[in-house]
């Protein structure tokens, strides 16, 4: 694949800089002050607008980044991203059907229910909360798969990138485990850190045949925080396993050599 180094690959420390400071120093804030932050900005929950600021800090990094490097005019570019919108048969029957039936298979080992709850406020409410999920956790791919994994995988072969980035990833979410309220404060860290690291390695083929597409990354996080899919932590995480195992095998001649990933960040 070509490659575009109009962002050059030293861009990654301030991004992650930028990702982790803002998103951990919100959290500190949160756990140091949780009562006058819920004075303020009402209690702790995913649509606190803190923790939604702490969510977007990927995102933010990376247009800062694009800017500091490339100008105001590299955002452009890198917004065009969100086009690419052509997926194989395969891969858009894994984003719609087969992150779902993860969760439904996780669920079922765990012996919970296999659908999630409806939200209050019928259909309209349901509208709210998909729309909702739709712009929270999505949102963080503009970073991590719009600014760190080209670069990475201009260093390592993609499934290398693809553990990197998932451990990256993984820990970043840490402070959210420790604050009571948010979504991950009843889940145990480390089948989620193990879970972020399959999760990012199925990613990285689709993510590489999509020519480096922002919307099927986006849509793919989605379909990991989709309200409508059970709650089958920690088991779902191990089924994610299983699945980036099957999936590297299959495209073993591409992930497992440097030069078969994108690596434009513009």
């Known amino acids: 694949m070509t490659t575009g180094f109009s ?45 939604i600021l702490a969510v977007y800090s990927p995102a ?25 919108w052509r997926i194989s048969p395969i891969w858009l029957a894994f984003v719609v059907l087969g992150i779902p039936a993860v969760h439904v298979v996780g669920a079922a080992i765990k012996g919970g229910p296999l659908v999630a709850p409806l939200p209050e ?16 956790g999505p949102v963080e791919e503009l970073g991590w798969r719009g600014i760190a994994l080209p670069i990475l995988q201009r260093h390592m072969a993609p499934l290398w990138a693809g553990i990197v980035l998932g ?3 993984g820990i970043w979410h840490l402070p959210a485990f420790l ?12 089948p989620f850190l193990g879970g972020a690291v399959a999760v990012s390695v199925i990613l990285v083929p689709l993510f590489n045949a999509t020519r480096g597409s922002l919307l099927w990354a986006a849509l793919f996080h989605f379909q990991l925080n989709n309200p409508l899919s059970p709650d089958g932590q920690p088991w779902d995480m191990a089924v994610f396993a299983l699945v980036a195992v099957i ?9 497992l050599k440097r030069g078969h990933g994108v690596t434009q960040v513009t």
């Open 7 to 51: 962002i050059p690959s030293r861009a990654i420390i301030p991004f992650l800089a930028l990702a982790f400071g803002l998103a951990w120093g919100l959290f500190v804030v949160l756990l140091t002050i949780p009562d006058t932050v819920a004075e303020v900005f009402g209690p702790m929950s995913a649509s606190n607008p803190l923790f």
């Open 60 to 84: 933010l990094a990376a247009f800062i980044v694009l800017v500091l490097y490339g100008g105001v005019t590299a955002i452009r570019p890198f917004a065009k991203r969100l086009l690419l």
């Open 121 to 136: 406020g019928g259909m309209s409410g349901l509208l709210g909360v998909l729309a909702f999920m739709l712009l929270l």
């Open 167 to 169: 451990l990256i990833w």
């Open 179 to 190: 604050a009571s309220g948010t979504p991950q404060s009843g889940w145990s860290f480390m």
């Open 247 to 255: 999936v590297v095998v299959l495209n073993r001649e591409t992930m």
